[in-house]
């Protein structure tokens, strides 16, 4: 009886045991199947997805900050140009009837406020002076226009300014003397090209307050004309003046006559000797200065 009860058991537990799947292998898959899940999910993958946009956003950041920044640099090399066509009183410096347009590059005379008496307008590159530069301007004094590039003068330019009484047009291109206000008391024309048909006869004959006349380093052939008694100093150095007569600085039919203004008398660079012309400084109390032997 033993016997058929252990063989019935056998029967009945053996199939059932055959039948239980491993606990094991199904862990371990469902460990790797999760694996795969969790390497592959949305959230992963979004992840990732910012990840890279946020290295390109930094690419893209750094390659503008440093363009911006390149930008900057290129801009502050940038020359400084200089404007000519402000007001004159931004261009220029106005202080107290004085106007200072001092190596500003401009190429002509700036329009000047009413009350101007003072203008100097030095190392520039104006060319040409026209009447109506000054027509509207008759409370200038002085007038500086040395180191232009001035070839030309309006006739009437200065003669209208009644109160001018120094006009300085020295290291220009001037061929010949414009007409000169009658107050004049100092013109400097020193280091043009001016010859001595280029000064009228006339010139300085009603400039009876000229005191300095500067017409140095030019090319003058002669002393020039009928200069006014007021005169102190007269520079003609450095001239191609080859002649003097006894009325040059004297008066030929007077031999009493001095010349008591007189300071100052430049001729050297000349190729003259002043020694042959002796009768033609009688009335000086100085000699000139130049060449006699």
């Given at each position: 009886?033993?016997?058929?009860?252990?063989?019935?058991?056998?029967?009945?537990?053996?199939?059932?045991?055959?039948?239980?799947?491993?606990?094991?292998?199904?862990?371990?898959?469902?460990?790797?199947?999760?694996?795969?899940?969790?390497?592959?999910?949305?959230?992963?993958?979004?992840?990732?997805?910012?990840?890279?946009?946020?290295?390109?956003?930094?690419?893209?950041?750094?390659?503008?900050?440093?363009?911006?920044?390149?930008?900057?640099?290129?801009?502050?090399?940038?020359?400084?140009?200089?404007?000519?066509?402000?007001?004159?009183?931004?261009?220029?410096?106005?202080?107290?009837?004085?106007?200072?347009?001092?190596?500003?590059?401009?190429?002509?005379?700036?329009?000047?406020?009413?009350?101007?008496?003072?203008?100097?307008?030095?190392?520039?590159?104006?060319?040409?002076?026209?009447?109506?530069?000054?027509?509207?301007?008759?409370?200038?004094?002085?007038?500086?226009?040395?180191?232009?590039?001035?070839?030309?003068?309006?006739?009437?330019?200065?003669?209208?300014?009644?109160?001018?009484?120094?006009?300085?047009?020295?290291?220009?291109?001037?061929l010949k003397l414009p007409v000169l206000?009658?107050?004049?008391?100092?013109?400097?024309?020193?280091?043009?090209?001016?010859?001595?048909?280029?000064?009228?006869?006339?010139?300085?004959?009603?400039?009876?307050?000229?005191?300095?006349?500067?017409?140095?380093?030019?090319?003058?052939?002669?002393?020039?004309?009928?200069?006014?008694?007021?005169?102190?100093?007269?520079?003609?150095?450095?001239?191609?003046?080859?002649?003097?007569?006894?009325?040059?600085?004297?008066?030929?039919?007077?031999?009493?006559?001095?010349?008591?203004?007189?300071?100052?008398?430049?001729?050297?660079?000349?190729?003259?000797?002043?020694?042959?012309?002796?009768?033609?400084?009688?009335?000086?109390?100085?000699?000139?200065?130049?060449?006699?032997?």
């Open positions: 009886m033993k016997t058929l009860q252990a063989t019935f058991l056998l029967f009945v537990f053996v199939p059932l045991m055959k039948s239980a799947p491993p606990i094991q292998q199904e862990s371990l898959r469902s460990y790797e199947h999760d694996t795969d899940v969790a390497m592959g999910s949305p959230i992963q993958q979004d992840y990732e997805m910012q990840s890279e946009d946020i290295r390109k956003e930094g690419t893209n950041v750094s390659l503008d900050t440093s363009l911006r920044l390149q930008g900057d640099d290129s801009e502050r090399n940038v020359a400084p140009t200089k404007d000519t066509n402000l007001p004159t009183c931004l261009l220029c410096v106005c202080l107290s009837g004085s106007v200072y347009c001092e190596e500003i590059d401009i190429e002509a005379v700036p329009p000047l406020p009413k009350e101007t008496a003072y203008l100097y307008a030095r190392f520039n590159k104006i060319k040409r002076i026209a009447v109506s530069d000054f027509a509207d301007i008759p409370t200038l004094r002085r007038i500086d226009f040395s180191g232009n590039r001035i070839e030309e003068i309006e006739d009437g330019a200065f003669s209208k300014l009644l109160l001018l009484e120094e006009l300085s047009l020295a290291e220009n291109r001037l206000p009658p107050k004049l008391t100092t013109f400097n024309a020193n280091q043009n090209r001016i010859k001595s048909r280029g000064i009228k006869a006339n010139a300085f004959k009603k400039l009876t307050n000229l005191a300095y006349l500067y017409l140095g380093h030019n090319a003058l052939e002669s002393v020039p004309l009928n200069l006014p008694e007021s005169l102190r100093i007269l520079h003609l150095q450095y001239n191609n003046i080859t002649t003097i007569t006894d009325d040059t600085f004297c008066k030929s039919n007077n031999t009493r006559y001095i010349r008591t203004q007189m300071d100052e008398i430049r001729m050297e660079g000349n190729p003259i000797l002043l020694a042959k012309h002796v009768n033609a400084f009688s009335c000086l109390r100085t000699l000139p200065v130049g060449t006699y032997y």
